[in-house]
């Protein structure tokens, strides 16, 4: 079974930073592509960033120059620097483990999200 926990989440005043960090553990491919999404109240899960074992990353527009997310694959470890926060940052941001290989087949974890509020 695998397992995504997160962490960083909090308040926040716009302008600031936080750093969010979510570590996977169990049976996990070496192979996959770590990411965080959000969900705000009454709005669908967006993207927000995601990078992939290999170290190729995407970002959502709307976070282009102030997120930058990181992973350590020793440890199954996944960043989001967030600088520059808006109030329309605010949501529940969620960690994504998803891949597929021949030997693990296709899979998709998430967490259970850490809340991100920017407001003064």
């Known amino acids: 079974q695998v397992q995504l926990v997160e962490s960083g989440g909090g308040l926040v005043q716009p302008g600031g930073s936080l750093r969010l960090s979510c570590t996977a553990s169990g049976r996990i491919s070496s192979i996959n592509t770590m990411g965080w999404y959000r969900q705000a109240p009454g709005k669908e899960r967006e993207l927000v960033a995601t990078?992939?074992?290999?170290?190729?990353?995407n970002y959502a527009d709307s976070v282009k120059g102030r997120f930058t997310i990181s992973r350590d694959n020793a440890k199954n470890t996944v960043f989001l620097q967030m600088n520059s926060l808006k109030p329309e940052d605010t949501a529940l941001y969620h960690c994504?483990?998803?891949?597929?290989?021949?030997?693990?087949?296709?899979?998709?974890?998430w967490g259970q999200g850490t809340q991100v509020t920017v407001s003064s």
């Open positions: 994504n483990l998803r891949g597929h290989t021949i030997i693990y087949g296709l899979f998709n974890y």
């Open positions: 990078i992939t074992s290999g170290g190729s990353t």
